[in-house]
Antibody
Framework: QVQLQQWGAGLLKPSETLSLTCAVY????????WSWIRQPPGKGLEWIGE???????NYNPSLKSRVTISVDTSKNQFSLKLSSVTAADTAMYYC?????????????????WGQGTMVTVSS | DIQMTQSPSSLSASVGDRVTITCRAS??????LNWFQQKPGNAPKLLIY???SLQSGVPSRFSGSGSGTDFTLTISSLQPEDFATYYC?????????FGQGTKLEIK
């Protein structure tokens, strides 16, 4: 059974860089897309971006200038960096598994999620 | 970006009721529409993918329909564990935008 375990700093000061890592256990790493999604307290879900095992990425344009998603296939891990954080970046951050692509489109949906990491940005 | 609009934003219903939540895309997304359920303190859970395909392990009282721009999630007979927030998400293009959510509460 595939599980995602994520970790990273939970308290940041404005202008610092958020850094989170997600490890994939118990299943195939290649063939899937690996996503980051966030949820501010009491609000809805925001898709941040995704990466596949080859390092091909897609980012949300609203965050693209500050986001980097990378992959380490030797460890079955992928990571999120978000630079120049502000209070608006305070949120629960989730890593998740998205489906393989068929003709460049997802065959199904985001079916496995990490436990979430609450990141608070405060001076 | 494709915008996703859910309605209603909140809904009160009773155990045993039939409930329908709608989701509208700002442009055609074919059938690339997913539905998620989220309970407080938990990560979202995939219920329906590709507009109408039931995710493995999800009870059959959940169903999805629609294509193009208009989609629905139906719960045929509400159970106590179904009271949660529901989100649609388009997977036709990036960014993969979510709807704003529908909070389903007990009447």
């Amino acid at each position: 059974q595939v599980q995602l375990q994520q970790w990273g700093a939970g308290l940041l000061k404005p202008s610092e860089t958020l850094s989170l890592t997600c490890a994939v256990y118990g299943g195939s790493f290649s063939g899937y897309y690996w996503s980051w999604i966030r949820q501010p307290p009491g609000k809805g879900l925001e898709w941040i971006g995704e990466i596949n095992h080859s390092g091909s990425t897609n980012y949300n344009p609203s965050l693209k200038s500050r986001v980097t998603i990378s992959v380490d296939t030797s460890k079955n891990q992928f990571s999120l960096k978000l630079s120049s954080v502000t209070a608006a970046d305070t949120a629960m951050y989730y890593c998740a598994r998205d489906s393989p692509r068929v003709y460049q489109l997802p065959a199904s949906g985001i079916d496995i999620w990490g436990q979430g990491t609450m990141v608070t940005v405060s001076s | 970006d494709i915008q996703m609009t859910q309605s209603p934003s909140s809904l009160s219903a009773s155990v045993g009721d039939r409930v329908t939540i709608t989701c509208r895309a700002s442009q055609s997304i074919s059938s690339y529409l997913n539905w998620f359920q989220q309970k407080p303190g938990n990560a979202p859970k995939l219920l329906i993918y590709a507009a109408s395909s039931l995710q493995s392990g999800v009870p059959s009282r959940f169903s999805g329909s629609g294509s193009g721009t208009d989609f629905t999630l139906t719960i045929s007979s509400l159970q106590p564990e179904d009271f949660a927030t529901y989100y649609c998400q388009q997977s036709y293009s990036t960014p993969r935008v979510f709807g704003q959510g529908t909070k389903l509460e007990i009447k």
